[in-house]
């Protein structure tokens, strides 16, 4: 049996491809072929663009597929979430899809909008957004470099962001969050009914949620003296208590313990000083919790 499975291509592509990188697998994306090969003989990889995914996933065309919550829910798509994988294009963070409009006009709240022309991908979820306001606005739907439509052909426009930059570039200022939306790994009803596509994918959920845990994380091994051990423990502020064990002089023994990558530089000096030796870092793929 194989898995049919959907890389999202486009903005999320590269960071899928390095994601399952880190968690074991290589997927070798070749010219202009949308069938990557992957070092798995028990899944087939498609690349389908994010907002198609779910409708894909639902009918049944694929087993299952990564995409944006968002998109399920535009869709209104029948899937089963597999897993939450809280990574985007350019962070491991959550995307907002927000009303924003140009810095000078004249409106601040969503009902300011109202008989207004608002641009935007999502279509279906601006219209229940604006429904749940009592807002009565025109949507249109925007091909893409919406935020470049204010103010000449749209008043306001719905659109994805994670750090706000390319808003800012374009003298557009967020007025309201209309969804926040991770990437999920989704399954069809009837193939996760299936036993061996149920453990494949509960599988790869394993060994892709391990990889999103070690971002960031580094690992950290030393050597301290008995007695200057608890002095060592204090600096360390560990994902769990470190590990210790014993070295084969009995006065001696091996610390391992987990660290934000950010704080080691301070640490490790601080770790020197209080008697710590042969000290290690070393990088992380997955942490499996």
């Not at 944006?68 to 029948?78: P, Q, T």
């Not at 294009?89 to 022309?117: I, N, Y």
């Not at 036993?195 to 091994?221: C, F, H, N, Y």
């Not at 023994?253 to 710590?276: H, M, S, W, Y």
Request: proline content about 4%; aromatic content about 6%; glycine content about 6%.
């Amino acid at each position: 049996m194989k898995l049919k499975l959907g890389i999202p291509k486009g903005s999320l592509e590269t960071a899928t491809i390095d994601l399952f990188r880190r968690a074991g697998f290589t997927i070798a994306v070749s010219g202009r072929s949308y069938f990557p090969a992957i070092d798995d003989p028990e899944i087939e990889c498609m690349l389908i663009r994010p907002q198609e995914m779910s409708r894909y996933v639902e009918s049944g065309a694929l087993d299952a597929g990564l995409t944006g919550r968002d998109w399920v829910e535009e869709n209104e798509a029948r899937v089963v979430t597999v897993a939450d994988l809280v990574y985007a294009k350019q962070s491991c963070g959550m995307v907002r899809w927000v009303l924003a409009v140009p810095e000078a006009a004249p409106f601040h709240t969503v009902q300011d909008l109202a008989g207004k022309v608002i641009a935007t991908e999502l279509v279906n979820t601006s219209r229940r957004y604006l429904a749940r306001h009592g807002v009565t606005a025109r949507v249109e739907f925007s091909w893409g470099a919406t935020e470049v439509k204010p103010p000449m052909l749209a008043d306001a426009i719905i659109d994805v962001t994670e750090t706000g930059s390319s808003l800012r570039a374009n003298q557009l200022r967020i007025i309201d969050t209309v969804a926040v939306s991770n990437t999920q790994l989704i399954a069809n009803e009837q193939a996760w009914q299936d036993d061996w596509t149920r453990r494949k994918l509960q599988d790869l959920r394993v060994l892709l949620v391990g990889a999103i845990e070690a971002l960031g994380k580094v690992g950290l091994m030393l050597n301290v003296h008995r007695q200057d051990l608890a002095a060592v423990l204090a600096v360390l502020p560990a994902l769990k208590k470190p590990t210790v064990s014993h070295l084969s002089d009995e006065d001696w023994l091996a610390v391992n313990t987990i660290l934000d990558e950010g704080t080691v530089r301070a640490i490790i000096p601080r770790l020197k000083q209080v008697g710590a030796q042969g000290i290690v870092e070393y990088p992380l793929n997955k942490i499996v919790m």
